[in-house]
Nanobody, 124 residues
Framework: QVHLVESGGGLVQAGGSLTLSCAVS??????YGWFRRTPGKEQQREFV????????YYTDSVKGRFTISKDDAKSTLYLRMNSLNPEDTARYYC???????????????????WGQGTQVTISS
């Protein structure tokens, strides 16, 4: 069975930093991503970042502040978040898929595997 399990969420003051982890088991994938579900927009998950073997992608609002990475030895995906602001408050999900195309990395419907999410709350 494939499992993706997020951890590392919590309450952080504005301007602070936080690193989220996603433990991946069952197999390896071609693309990994981070999405978030924000208050008031619970029906869909917003793209945050994605990682392939050769490229990284970020939504404009987090570019320069967030960094996606993966430790293959630990089979763990990370999202390093710096300069957090209240607009970053959301439940964050990791996702993975066996293949990717450049046009689909930022669409939640593209990913077949998802974690349960971890809550990140930024206080002002």
């Amino acid at each position: 069975q494939v499992h993706l399990v997020e951890s590392g969420g919590g309450l952080v003051q504005a301007g602070g930093s936080l690193t989220l982890s996603c433990a991946v088991s069952g197999r390896t994938f071609e693309i990994y991503g981070w999405f978030r579900r924000t208050p008031g927009k619970e029906q869909q998950r917003e793209f945050v970042a994605a990682l392939t073997k050769t490229n990284t992608y970020y939504t404009d609002s987090v570019k320069g502040r967030f960094t996606i990475s993966k430790d293959d030895a630990k089979s763990t995906l990370y999202l390093r978040m710096n300069s957090l602001n209240p607009e970053d408050t959301a439940r964050y999900y990791c996702a993975a898929d066996q293949a990717y195309t450049a046009n689909f990395y930022n669409r939640e419907g593209f990913y077949d595997y998802w974690g349960q999410g971890t809550q990140v709350t930024i206080s002002s």
